[in-house]
């Protein structure tokens, strides 16, 4: 169990539970009995997923008492000028909290221990950069006809830093960077709000969010009357988050990694393999071990019932301090799910330069009509504040 204990709140949190996300109808309730039955105390669902109704049959259906698994669900994933955006659902938007609760809960048949705000997105732009690196190694990993495809260009650029830089870009030229950062902490703020609202009204025991960087956490303190016990959020190897470790340890708060399965089918680092073959145990063993060891809850997806007593047994062993850092040290700030630094570019302060040329780029799907193209690099500093640089790399028409 990991202890959370921040203004509002304060309990403890199962270390690996089942994730469900893309697991749904019969498939979703065959798994959830078997992990229950396989002594999983943790079930993680979110009304984006469309199987809250799967999890809470597989609940009733494996006889197992209401105080012995906790369960997590997840709300308000869309901004509310998001119509059309990939995946839009008009049941999960910003500002309907009170709604997409009641929802959850008539979809669930029960009371979730914890809601979250699946994301901070608070404006189109802000979501369509957020969740773009889905579109690239995880979607073709995937075999989904929605990865973006060529992955290089014919002079070896590669297209991932460039198509994330040009939304990131389409954030901060949307708006003015003062109007923006009011705007948006507005939507936030509201948010939570809601939130606070639901947990005094008892429509569950815990409330957190999901996919906030750690300058979002801090904005928080500022505004928040109960703060969040949990973050959810993307972790594995290259994409370790160690700033914002650090800051939900400052402020007693617990997180939920998720991805760990993908991550690994992406890449696996010979360093992880080396340590697994050492260790006597599978890679993604290592890996749930060392996000559990780093104080990280996990929630490892899978339907197969070997898998899940594979990815259970990981609380059975320790990885050395060696091993530990070895694994530290992999860490890219490479996000294969979701660019935190769409939502810090929403902060405020000064607007990252963007060139003519960067603005007149083609759409992703669009031929270069250009001999260069000119891309600002932009990366979140410890403080949360912003640093760029920019680059012209050429590219043939």
Known sequence: MLSFNVKGQEGVIPAVGLGTATIKGDACVSAVVEALKLGYPLLDTALLYGNQEAVGQGFHDSGVARDDVWITS??????????????????NVKGEEAASIELSLKQLGLKPDLFLVHNPCAGRAEYNAAGFPHFFELFADAGSDMAVKPTTL????????????????????????VALAAKSRAIRERTWKNMEAALKAGKCKYIGVSNYPAALLEEMVEYAEIMPCVNQLELHPRYASPDLQATAKKHGVVLTGYGTGNSLGIYTDPVIQKIADEVGKSTIQVVIKWTVQSGVAAIPRTSTPAHMAENLAALDFDLS??????????NEDYPYYWDPL????????ERPATSAAARAAPAPSSAPAAATVTTTQTAANRDGSIRTTTTTVATPV
């Open 154 to 177: 014919p002079d070896g650029q590669e297209m991932r830093p460039l198509l994330l830089e040009a939304r990131r870009n389409q954030i901060v030229n949307s708006d003015d960077p």
């Open 321 to 330: 301090a060696e091993d530990m850092a070895a694994i530290d040290a992999l």
């Open 342 to 349: 769409a939502s810090l570019l929403t902060l405020g302060g």
């Open 74 to 91: 997840k709300i308000g994933f869309f901004p509310p000028d998001a119509e059309g955006c990939w995946m839009w659902d008009e049941l």
